[in-house]
């Protein structure tokens, strides 16, 4: 199992995650790994691998082409676990480092032992500067579930309100409850989550918050 900058492997006792260098930004996201307390025991070997005890480890981008009835990962307590644990990772990112992600994708985010989730993407990490990230270089927009003020971007470098970042977290959730018919348009992102198994939820209440048009007016859970 591999992604960018990344290698996973696990023995019958442990996962391994293998970093390409032992880099500032690889050094971040271990220590929003380890220093969140997303897993009980998290051990970092020689500054570039981390090591901790699990039966399985799953992509969720793979888990969820491997799951057509889709019927686990739309539960409520999935989801509700998930949008917990990453949007820890990214409170440590933010008040920590001073950086976010851009956006989520299902193929930047890993369950261990079915409970615990984590994202790992070096190139969607930017920096905040004044409630801002800075975006210098180039990307595509199917990197990553994106929020609406990233189709206004004319040219770079730009800024824009790092709250991006939980507009595509609550897009993604929808994603997970929906992958056969999704799409990113707003109006319908609305309207499924009204008509939803989550309605009148805490759940249902955060994914609204997370998708106000207006980035000033986003919250996201415990941040």
Do not use: W
């Not at 579930?145 to 977290?169: F, G, H, M, Q, V």
């Amino acid at each position: 199992m591999s992604t960018t900058n990344y290698t996973f492997f696990k023995d019958t006792r442990n996962s391994y995650i293998l970093f390409d260098s032992e880099d500032n930004i690889n050094n971040i996201l271990m220590e929003s790994i380890i220093n969140t307390h997303i897993f009980d025991k998290t051990l970092l070997i020689n500054g570039t691998q981390l090591v901790f005890p699990t039966t399985n480890i799953y992509n969720l981008y793979d888990l969820i082409h491997g799951n057509p009835n889709n019927s686990n990962l739309s539960s409520y307590s999935f989801l509700l676990k998930m949008i917990y644990h990453l949007s820890i990772q990214l409170k440590y990112l933010i008040e920590t480092n001073k950086k976010c992600y851009i956006g989520y994708f299902p193929k930047d985010i890993y369950i261990v032992n079915n409970e615990h989730f984590f994202c790992i993407n070096k190139n969607l990490l930017l920096d905040i500067q004044d409630h801002n990230i800075l975006i210098i270089n180039p990307f595509e927009t199917q990197d990553f579930y994106y929020a609406p003020e990233i189709l206004n971007i004319k040219e770079l470098p730009c800024c824009i309100d790092y709250r991006c970042s939980y507009y595509s977290l609550g897009l993604m959730v929808l994603f997970i409850m929906n992958p056969h018919t999704f799409t990113n348009d707003h109006s319908d992102c609305i309207d499924f989550l009204n008509h939803s198994h989550i309605i009148h939820t805490d759940l249902f209440f955060l994914i609204r918050r997370c998708l106000q048009l207006d980035p000033s007016r986003r919250s996201i859970l415990y941040m």
